[in-house]
């Protein structure tokens, strides 16, 4: 399984806000086993973003982590 990951790091009146995106590149053996097969969702392609770009909030949900 070979996954490529996008992290995009927003800040914004003194909070940060943080999305982790995975889009798999290629399934390997995990194509075979029915586990993995009901989880996988459809690939959405997330737009170019660059240092300094306006992002536009579509929708929200706030989590609370503790490690």
């Known amino acids: ?3 490529n ?3 995009i790091v927003a800040e914004f ?3 940060e806000f943080i999305n982790t995106y995975k889009i798999i ?3 390997g053996f995990t194509k075979y086993l ?3 097969k009901s989880k996988k969702k459809e690939d959405i392609q997330l737009p170019d ?3 300094g ?3 536009y909030i579509e ?5 609370e982590k503790y490690t």
């Not at 929708?59 to 989590?63: C, R």
């Open 13 to 15: 009146d003194g909070f």
């Open 53 to 55: 770009d306006f992002l």
């Open 5 to 7: 990951t996008t992290k």
């Open 34 to 36: 029915e586990e993995y």
């Open 59 to 63: 929708n929200k949900d706030i989590k």
């Open 1 to 3: 399984l070979v996954e």
């Open 25 to 27: 590149a290629e399934e």
């Open 49 to 51: 973003v660059k240092i």
